[in-house]
């Protein structure tokens, strides 16, 4: 089923218009971004049962944008109708002086006129809070049960749905997209030892996500019961069997930060002096795409009415580029990409990742394994940082399983610190499986704020790592 426009910006349209052919009578180029935007937590644990509507996605509002010989500027407001029109054209006019003398070009602004809608098949708001709660009460009682030595199972649902509107003086396009997240975390105790396993899964798409954690809970519940037993690292560089989760991770903060263009405008990024060399393995080719996919930062256009593109920026190991929102594309007199992103309306656009993956290889798992004398299978990825300015890394994941002449031992070291230089990193992979998986249940800030949805992934890698 496609999900359904907002009735609410069909009948504001005609307004939007009128009010976009008031402001190119005056300024070169202007455009209105509407949107309407609707997103729900479910979480059932220990402490009870939680449904709460997000801060961040539960937001309906309008940003116009402008750009003449003069200056530049965004007013965003939350209210819209004739009767307002005078107001907001007078405050945008304000706006733009503030701006006067930065004029850094006008932004790309050709025909383009259409209305897309994402698919889905359980729609969460039809499914209703009594069903989706039953459903995650059902699989954290059942997780429970599975072992004396867990004290907590903890279950979530959570949906965005949203509508744009994007109208300027050449286009009028209209997106209407939903996507959703689903988990399962187990918390096992043993004396003062507490750990917990975790599985996450995302679709672009509904409620149907929930299907999924039937099959998550025994993961979550079999990597909180290991980790009981995990001993701590000797420091070192080791071979290393990245897990699909793992490998998205490098991608993301390895090395999808440091492509970002706006860091190349600000001269912050160190890709930026680095295209068309060897910056990887000639195994390794990564895609950004919010179209090529579907996942949770699938979308037909971006926050600056870009049409979604797919962006190639590694082939065979060679950075072949990065991607960018429409202003960095003015300073480095590029073209935008289409990864244009706002955290709502009310936030400026910055050029941000959206499903951001490695292709697969030739590979099996097993025999990535197999070819494994010393090191270790790493799965279940926590958090990273990462520094585009020098390419260094650092990582985090919940688990490291020993792997010794081929084969698991069963032993389990933790928690696990990756660090290292990204080039050396990705040169250094020499195997990657048939086997490709994104997953989209976590959000990238900008810094420290600026959070918007993406999606990360890959296939099975085999590479030299410094574990700590």
Not at 4 to 9: G, H, I, T
Not at 210 to 216: F, I, K, M, S
């Amino acid at each position: 089923m496609q999900v359904k426009k907002s009735e609410y910006l069909e009948k504001i349209r005609p307004t939007a218009k009128k009010l976009v052919e008031r402001l190119c009578e005056k300024y070169e180029y202007c455009s209105l971004l509407g949107s309407d935007s609707e997103s729900v937590s479910y979480r059932v644990s220990s402490t009870g049962i939680s449904i709460v509507p997000s801060d961040v996605h539960n937001k309906r509002g309008f940003v116009i944008r402008v750009f003449d010989k003069s200056g530049q500027a965004e007013y965003s407001f939350n209210s819209l109708s004739e009767e307002l029109i005078p107001d907001i054209l007078k405050n945008v006019e304000e706006a733009v002086r503030l701006y006067e003398g930065e004029n850094i070009g006008i932004p790309e602004d050709k025909p383009l006129t259409f209305d897309k809608s994402s698919q889905y098949e359980v729609a969460p708001k039809e499914l209703g809070e009594e069903k989706i709660i039953e459903k995650l009460t059902g699989i954290r009682k059942a997780g429970m049960e599975k072992s004396e030595k867990l004290v907590d199972c903890i279950c979530g649902f959570g949906y965005r749905k949203y509508s744009d509107i994007f109208i300027s003086r050449n286009r009028d396009l209209t997106q209407n997209v939903m996507w959703a997240n689903a988990m399962v975390g187990a918390v096992a105790k043993d004396g003062e030892n507490i750990r917990q396993g975790y599985k996450g899964y995302s679709v672009s798409g509904g409620a149907e996500v929930l299907d999924e954690l039937d099959g998550g809970l025994n993961l979550a519940v079999d990597a909180a019961l290991e980790l009981l037993t995990a001993e701590p690292i000797t420091p070192g560089t080791y071979e290393c069997i990245c897990e699909p989760e793992v490998t998205g991770m490098i991608v993301h903060e390895a090395f999808g930060h440091g492509v970002e263009m706006d860091m190349f405008a600000k001269d912050r990024a160190l890709a930026k002096n680095y295209i068309g060399k060897q910056v990887a393995s000639p195994l390794v080719t990564m895609h950004d795409s919010p179209s090529a996919v579907s996942q949770t930062a699938t979308y037909f256009f971006d926050d600056e009415g870009e049409e979604a593109h797919d962006t190639l920026v590694i082939d065979k190991g060679i950075l072949k580029g990065g991607f960018c929102d429409a202003k960095s594309a003015l300073w480095l007199d590029f073209h935008s990409t289409g990864n244009g992103r706002r955290e709502s309306y009310e936030r400026k656009a910055y050029t941000r990742m959206t499903n951001t993956y490695f292709l697969g290889g030739n590979d099996k798992v097993e025999d990535m394994i197999a070819s494994v004398k010393y090191g270790f299978l790493l799965s279940n990825p926590s958090s990273g940082m990462e520094d585009p300015k020098n390419w260094g890394i650092q990582m985090m994941v919940s688990m490291a399983k020993e792997i010794k002449d081929g084969k698991l031992t069963g032993k389990v070291f933790a928690p696990i610190v990756m660090t290292g230089y990204v080039p050396d990193l990705l040169k250094s992979i020499t195997m990657m499986s048939e086997t490709c998986e994104l997953c989209g249940t976590g959000m990238c800030g900008k810094g420290y704020k600026e959070w918007v949805k993406v999606s990360d992934g890959g296939p099975y890698i085999k590479a030299k790592i410094s574990l700590g």
